[in-house]
């Protein structure tokens, strides 16, 4: 059973970064045709796609987000890794790590549960 | 442009069917596979329909897909009180590079 966690610090100041870790089992983040993504949803909103690697450490990423955001893979640890530099408390929502299946590229089979993230002083 | 459109809200009462449409354009409903998703208060999405008209393992077949053009439809069949949720749907946009969600629609059940 594939199954997806974030972590990383629930409150981040202003203008400084977010980084947050998604720990994936059953699951081998260097091999496979999945894209390993990053979505958050600020409360009461919709979905935004944040961007995506897949096992050979391909990216792509919104446009509205590019300049801010580096994903990456950690193979070490089984993990991979958002960073989004210079957040304002435009950023502050629920972030999840979701695997893209081999069926299309918004084909999210798996989630993690998410983790609420606060930029605030 | 890149969006999907959603209608935010949705209702019905139990037993009646619900459909819940995405709107989109060449760019993205057009030329990818929609995928829907089901959100419950409080937690994850769930994947619900995937290429356009499929249903996952576990998902009852009250739920369906349709796709057509620029526009892609979720129906509900018999609604039940446990289907009262958030749904969205996401295609992969040509001209964004990346995914697009609908705004989602919140479907109350009467």
């Known amino acids: 059973q594939v199954q997806l966690q974030e972590s990383g610090p629930g409150l981040v100041e202003p203008s400084q970064t977010l980084s947050l870790s998604c720990i994936v089992s059953?699951?081998?983040?260097?091999?496979?045709?999945?894209?390993w993504t990053w979505i958050r949803q600020p409360a009461g909103k919709g979905l935004e796609w944040i961007g995506r690697?897949?096992?050979?450490?391909?990216?792509n990423y919104n446009p509205s987000l590019k300049s801010r955001v580096t994903i990456s893979l950690d193979t070490s640890k089984i993990q991979f890794s958002l960073n989004l530099t210079s957040v304002t408390a435009a950023d502050t929502a629920v972030y999840f790590c979701?695997?893209?299946?081999?069926?299309?590229?918004?084909?999210?089979?798996?989630w993690g549960q998410g983790t609420l993230v606060t930029v605030s002083s | 442009q890149s969006v999907l459109t959603q209608p935010p809200s949705a209702s019905g009462t139990p037993g009646q069917r619900v459909t819940i449409s995405c709107s989109g354009s060449?760019?993205?409903?057009?030329?990818?596979?929609v995928n829907w998703y089901q959100q419950l208060p409080g937690s994850a999405p769930k994947l619900l329909i995937y290429?356009?008209?499929r249903r996952p393992s576990g998902v009852p077949d009250r739920f369906s897909g349709f796709k057509s053009g620029t526009s892609a439809s979720l129906a509900i069949a018999g609604l039940h009180s446990e289907d009262e949720a958030d749904y969205f749907c996401?295609?992969?946009?040509?001209?964004?590079?990346?995914?697009?969600f609908g705004g989602g629609t919140k479907l109350t059940v009467l």
């Open positions: 979701a695997r893209a299946g081999i069926v299309g590229s918004s084909h999210f089979d798996y």
């Open positions: 059953g699951a081998s983040i260097t091999s496979g045709p999945y894209y």
């Open positions: 690697i897949d096992a050979s450490g391909n990216t």
């Open positions: 060449s760019s993205n409903i057009i030329s990818n596979i």
């Open positions: 290429r356009n008209d």
């Open positions: 996401a295609a992969w946009d040509d001209s964004l590079n990346g995914v697009l």
